[in-house]
């Protein structure tokens, strides 16, 4: 199993992630925001990884902190729990429908952090989640993960509709990529590292 836990504290937040990358899409999330718990799931539901997410940050100030630190540890966790990444795809596409609005997420467990955010969110607030913070948690995650991400929006407006989107091709995207194939042997890189 690949599995790790990574637990994060700063003087705005406080950050635990537990995931398990062959998992069955089983979550318990908790992190004072009520969208970003829901987000979570979904990421979780499909990309069919184990998530354990506890957090603590300053939301009377705003999500901003709680949102970050969470890419944060997330990716961290994520980075951990791959390991040597050994046989892994490397690659993963995934187009996600959610009624007029279509995503498009493309990673790549390349080793070499990078974000490219093509979203167009009309409204600023959801419940208590300010929506700018949807880039912030991807440029977090991809960072500390250390994967290229390319998140686009192809059309829709909806702006609930396009952040779920996101969250399940993102899932999806990164099912793909770290799923073992055993004709690879080692890492699938002609530098030999990934």
């Known amino acids: 199993m690949r599995e790790a836990e990574v ?11 537990k995931i398990n ?11 004072g925001i009520g969208f970003l718990d829901h987000m979570l799931n979904l990421f979780s539901k499909h990309g069919l990884f184990d998530l354990q997410v506890e957090a603590k940050g300053d939301l009377y100030v705003d999500s901003h902190h709680t949102v970050e630190d969470i890419g944060i540890t997330l990716g961290q966790a994520f980075l951990k ?4 990444k050994k046989s892994i795809k490397r690659y993963g596409l995934s187009y996600v429908p959610m009624d007029e609005v279509l995503i498009r997420a493309v990673v790549d467990i390349s080793g070499r ?13 959801l419940g208590n989640f300010e929506t700018e913070t949807v880039e912030d948690f991807f440029r977090a995650f991809a960072y500390n993960s250390y994967i290229t991400l390319h998140i686009e929006q192809l059309h829709g407006k909806n702006t609930h509709h396009i952040i779920e989107a996101a969250f399940k091709a993102l899932g999806r995207s990164l099912d793909e990529a770290t ?4 004709r690879i042997e080692g890492v699938p890189s002609t530098k030999g590292v990934l």
């Open 113 to 125: 952090p990078y974000l490219y955010y093509d979203l167009e969110l009309k409204m600023q607030v």
């Open 21 to 31: 990358i062959d998992g069955a899409g089983k979550s318990h999330i908790n992190t």
């Open 179 to 182: 799923k073992i194939d055993d």
């Open 81 to 84: 729990a791959l390991g040597d």
């Open 7 to 17: 637990n994060r504290k700063t003087a705005e937040t406080e950050v635990y992630v």
